[in-house]
Nanobody, 122 residues
Framework: QVQLVESGGGLVQAGGSLRLSCAASGRSFNLYYIGWFRQAPGKDREFVAAISWSGSSTYYADSVKGRFTMSRDNAKNAVYLQMNGLKPEDTAVYYC???????????????WGQGTQVTVSS
């Protein structure tokens, strides 16, 4: 069992930065891929980024590549998403999730946090 809690969301102007954190509890945290997804009002949940259990591999959606950076610290049971160059279209609720298999699909993730709101004003 893994519990996930996101933090770090907020309101920022376009071009600004935010750093999201995902704190995990549970002994098996370091066995899972961790993914970040986001969901804007009226839209499906979409993949943002994922990181392997070791942290050696990261994957990004084309829409955030070059602007977002994901990292993890297994010793602290934490995952981070550094978001730079934010755009209004990045506005969404951001979720972290733990799972295995196809990192692109929400169906591959077993545990989800409650989400943190990110709002980017133009």
């Amino acid at each position: 069992q893994v519990q996930l809690v996101e933090s770090g969301g907020g309101l920022v102007q376009a071009g600004g930065s935010l750093r999201l954190s995902c704190a995990a509890s549970g002994r098996s945290f370091n066995l899972y891929y961790i993914g970040w997804f986001r969901q804007a009002p009226g839209k499906d949940r979409e993949f943002v980024a994922a990181i392997s259990w070791s942290g050696s591999s990261t994957y990004y959606a084309d829409s955030v590549k070059g602007r977002f950076t994901m990292s993890r610290d297994n010793a602290k049971n934490a995952v981070y998403l550094q978001m730079n160059g934010l755009k209004p279209e990045d506005t969404a609720v951001y979720y972290c999730a733990a799972g295995s298999g196809d990192y692109l699909s929400p169906r591959s993730y077993y545990y989800w946090g409650q989400g943190t709101q990110v709002t980017v004003s133009s």
